[in-house]
């Protein structure tokens, strides 16, 4: 969260102790997109697109970057060469060195760097401080595996113009590198994919002197941003007539009143890479827009701005837009009928992405000749590597799970996460929060963790406790954990500076805070007012973080207490864009412009690795909620898509944005119920939840300002209707969590769009406010518009689909949109045919006292009137890694309808004697199938008998049958099925 409104007097009050930031803060009331840049405030950025428009421009434009050709080598899968930038007209190169790997995955990777110190002149200009290479440590924070090389990568072909390599799965794939210019063309099956460098608009700025100015001409002492700026055009104009370039910003910008200062001058890169007859380009999370991505030069329908990601805390976001928002995933899919193919652009720096769509003509020649789209994006980073991987599909699914090779999977989350989350800025004492746990449970409202902001802190001191208000957290803990219930309390990275505090005193004398471009600890101002951050690059940083957390030092917590970090962009009140300076240096000498979209992931993660290590053994899977995210962040925890508002179209903008963090690689995502800030009407509260028990991470959270608003509150028929969808969620939660552990395995999505479920059928490729669960066929579009009362629901198969709440067959076909009922207290969720999901039927009040309930399995006959029909179910102890261990049950359900049986066998194929059970596999002994309902059941069914057969015995099960009435399918139940959840089993229907 950031800045209250006006009304919470308290900020205002100690942000005016100085009073330069009282009047930036007191009438801050939502976002103003003026406090953060536009591409043409922001010195790169506008370089970059000059240079596309100069290109463009031009019919003779030619890229300046060439291979050296007796530079080119190629041995064990990489391919390496020099690329010469001529960087004036008298000829004078630069020498970049390129690196393309093939991978044993199938994906490519193509690196370009600069080669140090080339001339004497520059490594003179250095600032000691500073680190003199491009930062190249983005690897070591994202990438987890995959970089083994493709040894079986062979040159196919090269001569003085070209070299081209065949690689991956049967030598499907293949890289055409041209010298002259420098070009990589990427194939599959000859076809081209993805071209780079097609439009010329590659472009590294090569480290270069700084010619000084006479002292007399520089200004000193703040002064405005704008006046200073135009003085450094005129010094630079005259330093360097010769090249033409916009020198403005090469050595300072300002923005806001802030001025950085560019220790190593220009030093951006930018690249073209075309999507070849791709006309849907998906990913770059995180951004309030469609799942579809825009385009970005302009003209109706369009944006005029290029998406950025550069993370911040941008409060009341403004929706579809392609500004910034608290997290980055440089991960981008091109979708077409029969392809899929990606890239991962891996850089850390503040960077902005282009994205144009153009009709090609694929062959004039041909009689007709086909137009097709092609879209070209232009990526630019103010610093670092180009580095990027390149994946040529051809399926969606080998997209999430070749880029979780390299980035990591979803870490499996304690089950309890998947349960509904109760937040609000502020529980104000522990008493409120017994209060709270007392009436969701007087109003049978399920809930698993209630949360506290930070203002149970004393004075935002994280670590410590307000004792006035939280006398006894210890009594408030046991009290949830009596009905299995956890909290939540919220830890930032911003220390406050103040006498006496104890981790501030070690953060300061240890040395663990990031530093300013002088070199001193920064301070810059936040919740607490002055505070100094903890910079978690550094090792010795996170090992003395992990110390804090223990039980006996961060004292009131209990195993039952977990953490959400929030602030993590880091958002730094007074700083420019809301976050920190970007010439502050983090550990190793990198400045933080280098690093700043990790910033929030490395602290997110020193936080998930210190809660892992409260105890010895670590044997709880830890919880952490983020705000700010890279790449990678899927491996500690889930996020939150930040400060939303109480208002429909926030509530319908909040699908596109997770299912894009579905898709990128980062399912564990949720958005605000009921709006953080504002106060939702009634309606709009009920449908937020309807809504939330879909998002993987579902947390009601609002602001210090609005109206108290916990679910019991609302009244008739509100609460009973959020409670009906939060037993929903409850009764779905063994098919979430098999969902989750989907993800944890190979990065499938959670909730799926259509492109990715059915990547064929091009009607759905902008379809974003509908989505399946999981594997279970459940298709849902909960309502996210005022007064509508129907949802249509576009149908993007042959297969048969049944109302889940009343097993209404839907008359429908592929492509058409079915008219779904929904007055207030209906979710619009149909039920695919040709499925079996798990269910937990009994209503309870927290997840954990579901663990030893019995199952309900749910059957969907599908088209082919009940042939087969298959699901699966994944369980374990939902707490500890004993999972890693074998610990688990994951079984598989098929129904067979030649011999009309339903089975269940190990989904692994696993041989039951191999895992030694433990105690919670000892305990899962008594636990059963309780029902199976087969809805769509054959009329065969009417007089029929079913048998169980599992573990050698066999008995009779009732078989209770419905026939079809009034548009409601067939269904059966067979009640009492008795066998266990663990065991293999069949039940025969004759
Ligand atoms: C996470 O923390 C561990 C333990 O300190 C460290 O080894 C790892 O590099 C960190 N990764 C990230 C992404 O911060």
């Keep these: 969260m950031l800045v209250s409104s006006p009304l919470s007097g308290k900020w205002t009050a100690s942000l005016c102790l100085l009073s330069t930031l009282c009047t930036l803060w007191t009438p801050a009331v939502s976002v103003k997109e003026h406090d953060f840049k536009k591409c043409d405030q922001s010195g790169f950025c506008k370089r970059n697109r000059v240079f596309a428009d100069n290109a463009g421009a031009s019919s003779s434009w030619e890229s300046p970057y060439n291979i050296l050709p007796e530079s080119r080598s190629f041995k064990d899968g990489q391919f390496q060469a020099i690329v010469l930038k001529t960087i004036n007209a008298k000829g004078d190169t630069v020498r970049l060195p390129l690196t393309v790997s093939f991978l044993e995955s199938g994906t490519a990777r193509v690196t370009v760097d600069e080669e140090k110190r080339q001339n004497k002149e520059i490594e003179l200009r250095y600032d000691s401080k500073v680190r003199k290479e491009r930062y190249n440590e983005a690897e070591e924070w994202v990438v987890v595996g995959g970089l083994g090389l493709d040894k079986e990568a062979t040159v196919g072909f090269e001569d003085k113009s070209q070299t081209t390599v065949k690689y991956g799965p049967s030598s499907a794939f293949e890289a055409v590198i041209k010298l002259s210019p420098f070009t990589i063309d990427f194939k599959r099956d000859g076809e081209s994919q993805i071209k780079f460098n097609d439009r010329g608009l590659l472009n590294v700025e090569h480290w270069r002197p700084k010619i000084e100015q006479p002292e007399t001409e520089k200004k000193e002492g703040e002064g405005d941003g704008g006046e200073k700026k135009e003085e450094t055009t005129l010094e630079n104009k005259e330093g360097s007539s010769s090249s033409g370039e916009d020198e403005s910003t090469w050595w300072d910008e300002s923005f806001g009143g802030n001025t950085d200062t560019k220790p190593r001058g220009p030093e951006s890169i930018a690249l073209d890479i075309s999507f070849s007859g791709f006309d849907h380009v998906y990913g770059i999370p995180s951004h309030a827009g469609p799942l579809s991505l825009r385009e970005t030069r302009g003209g109706e329908g369009k944006y005029s701005e290029p998406y950025r990601l550069y993370n911040a805390d941008v409060f009341e976001y403004i929706l579809d837009s392609p500004m910034t928002l608290y997290g980055a995933i440089p991960f981008m899919q091109a979708h077409r009928k029969g392809s899929s193919v990606g890239v991962f652009w891996l850089n850390a720096a503040e960077t902005w992405i282009d994205i144009i769509k153009a009709k090609d003509w694929r062959n004039p020649l041909s009689l007709g000749g086909s137009s097709k789209t092609s879209t070209h994006t232009h990526w630019f980073s103010e610093s670092g590597l180009l580095d990027v991987f390149v994946f040529l599909g051809p399926t969606p699914q080998d997209l999430t799970k070749k880029y979780g090779e390299l980035t990591g999977y979803t870490a499996m989350p304690q089950e309890f996460a998947l349960g509904y989350h109760q937040c609000r800025w502020n529980y104000v004492s522990d008493e409120d929060v017994r209060d709270v746990d007392r009436k969701m449970d007087k109003s049978n409202l399920p809930y698993d963790v209630i949360w506290l902001d930070i203002e149970y802190t004393d004075e935002k001191k994280y670590f410590t406790w307000d004792k006035h208000t939280f006398p006894d957290p210890i009594g408030m803990g046991k009290q949830l954990d009596n009905h299995g219930r956890k909290l939540v309390t919220i830890i930032d990275p911003h220390i406050k500076n103040a006498e006496g505090y104890q981790v501030v005193t070690e953060l300061k004398s240890k040395e663990h805070a990031v530093k300013n471009k002088e070199g001193s600890i920064f301070e810059g101002w936040c919740w607490p007012g002055s505070s100094h951050w903890i910079d978690a690059f550094s090792p010795a940083a996170r090992e003395w973080w992990a110390t804090l957390f223990k039980y006996d030092s961060f004292k009131g917590t209990m195993k039952n207490t977990w953490i959400w970090n929030d602030m993590n962009e880091p958002s730094v009140f007074n700083g420019p864009e809301t976050t920190m300076p970007k010439d502050n240096i983090h550990y190793g000498g990198w400045e933080h412009r280098d690093v700043h979209n990790l910033n929030g992931m490395t602290f997110h993660n020193a936080t998930h690795h210190a809660v892992k290590s409260r105890e010895p053994g670590e044997l709880q899977r830890p919880f952490v909620l983020t705000r700010s995210f890279f790449s990678g962040s899927q491996r500690v925890g889930a996020m939150w898509t930040g400060d939303n508002q109480a208002a429909w179209d926030h509530l319908h903008a909040s699908f596109p944005m997770i299912l894009s963090q579905g898709i990128s690689g980062f399912p564990f995502s949720g958005a605000d119920v009921g709006g953080f800030f504002g106060n939702p009407e009634k309606d709009l509260q009920t449908r937020w939840y309807q809504a939330g028990a879909f998002y ?17 509150l609302a009244g008739e028929p509100y609460t009973s209707i959020i409670a009906a969808a939060l037993r929903l969620r409850y009764s779905l939660l063994p098919s979430w969590y098999t969902a989750f552990h989907q993800a944890y395995v190979d990065g499938t999505p959670i909730i799926k769009p259509m492109f990715y479920t059915h990547p064929g059928e091009e009607a759905g490729y902008d379809i974003d406010d509908q989505f399946f669960v999981g594997n279970t066929g459940l298709l849902a579009k909960p ?150 309902v087969i809805v769509g059941a054959p009329a065969s069914w009417a007089k029929k008998q079913a048998t169980v057969e599992s573990e050698g015995k066999s008995w009779p099960a009732s078989l209770d049958y419905s026939a079809a009435a009034h548009g409601r399918a067939s269904f059966a139940t067979v009640k009492k099925v008795g066998a266990r959840i663990g065991a293999d089993w069949k039940v025969v229907v004759s």
């Design 696 to 712: 993987p991470f579902f947390r009601g959270h609002a602001h210090i300002d609005s109206r108290r608003r916990e679910p019991y």
């Design 783 to 932: 309502v996210t518009e005022q007064d509508k009362v129907t949802a249509e629901i576009w149908i993007p198969d042959n297969e048969v689909y049944y109302d889940y709440f009343t097993y209404k067959t839907i008359p429908t076909s592929k492509g058409k949109r079915a008219a779904i009922d929904a007055p207030l207290q209906k979710i619009p969720l149909l039920m695919q045919g040709g499925h079996i999901f798990a269910r937990r039927d009994r209503p309870r009040r927290s997840s954990s006292l579901m663990k030893w309930d019995d199952y309900t399995l749910v059957v969907t006959i599908g088209r082919d009137g009940g042939k087969s029909a298959e699901g699966d179910l994944y369980v374990d102890d939902g707490e500890s890694y004993d999972f890693e261990k074998g610990q688990y049950i994951h079984r598989k359900f098929v129904l067979n309808g030649e011999a009309t049986t339903i089975s269940s066998t190990d989904a692994e194929s696993r041989d039951p004697s191999s895992v030694k059970e433990g105690d919670w596999m000892k305990k899962m002994h008594d636990v059963k199938v309780d029902r199976i």
